[in-house]
């Protein structure tokens, strides 16, 4: 019956999720608050690196462990800009739906649910094409500093079990050596989020913009025979001007991109080590 219930649950959770846009799963679905460790001990990120580990035996954990990324759709790759008549547009299309399904249905119509401008994906910045340091940094920088933390976590996990056969005795040499070899790949992957400026006030000429980047670590749950459950990182500047961010060859998002990248870091990195 619990079998039963939890696949019931899974499927729901499933369609749910099916029945979000594009827009959605970029922004909404990754900008809930982490799941944080109740102890600073049970952080991944404090989890001791390779070096700590040493044996009389010369067994120790060996290898390196990376980081995955979950599919995203395209687009995600190089900053994108989400302005004022993007609102408009997307606010003229809902109208016309709804006047639509008015039409359709003799004036009972229908419910459409309401947006935020977080909800919309933007356009690329042309000018930024190819540049590095305008690239989402959920995409190389972030799975690369979370393996370096995965690859700790599982080291202690590997630094446990040979513990555990030196302690029972019965395991051969070939058994130690699989347990100190850690895995190629972190079960959890890591969400690409957004990476874009976002305008301030619909209403007015201000120009002001903020950078977004999020992103999110799929915990690896499923080990404890529950759904997967996200931990998510949410950066946003201070508005500035457009021309502020054009300005010197866009050197305030040069300035930015590291900030926000060190925050995900540490947000992702606080997670427990035991959901890796």
């Not at 299309?93 to 947006?115: E, I, P």
């Not at 950066?235 to 457009?242: A, G, I, L, N, R």
Request: charged content about 20%; hydrophobic content about 40%; aromatic content about 6%.
């Amino acid at each position: 019956m619990k079998a039963t219930k939890a696949k019931i649950s899974a499927n729901a959770a499933a369609l749910r999720c099916g029945a979000l846009g594009i827009a959605l799963l970029l922004s909404a679905c990754v900008t809930h608050p982490p799941l944080t460790a109740t102890q600073p001990e049970e952080a991944a990120v404090s989890a001791p690196p390779l070096s700590n580990y040493a044996a009389a035996d010369g067994l120790a954990p060996v290898g390196t462990t990376k980081m995955r990324l979950n599919s995203y759709p395209g687009g995600l790759e190089q900053l994108r800009v989400v302005r004022r008549d993007h609102t408009g547009r997307a606010v003229a299309s809902q109208v016309a739906l709804n006047v639509g399904l008015a039409v359709v249905t003799g004036g009972r119509g229908g419910y459409v649910q309401s947006f935020s401008k977080d909800e919309l994906i933007g356009d690329a910045v042309p000018e930024l094409a190819g540049q590095s340091w305008a690239s989402n940094p959920g995409l190389k920088e972030l799975p690369q500093a979370l393996g370096d933390i995965a690859t700790r976590v599982y080291a202690a996990r590997a630094w446990k079990e040979l513990e555990r056969g030196r302690k029972e005795g019965g395991w051969t040499r070939e058994d130690m050596l699989a347990v100190a070899q850690l895995p190629a790949e972190a079960d959890a992957p890591v969400n690409p989020g957004v990476w874009r400026l976002v305008y301030e006030n619909l209403s007015g000429q201000d120009e002001l913009y903020r950078l977004q980047f999020s992103a999110g670590l799929g915990l690896a749950s499923l080990r404890f025979g529950l759904p997967p459950m996200p931990a998510n990182c949410f950066y946003q500047s201070e508005p500035v001007t457009w021309t502020a961010w054009q300005a010197d060859g866009w050197q305030r998002l040069r300035e930015e991109r590291p900030k926000a990248l060190a925050q995900c870091i540490e947000t992702l990195g606080q997670t427990k080590g035991r959901l890796w």
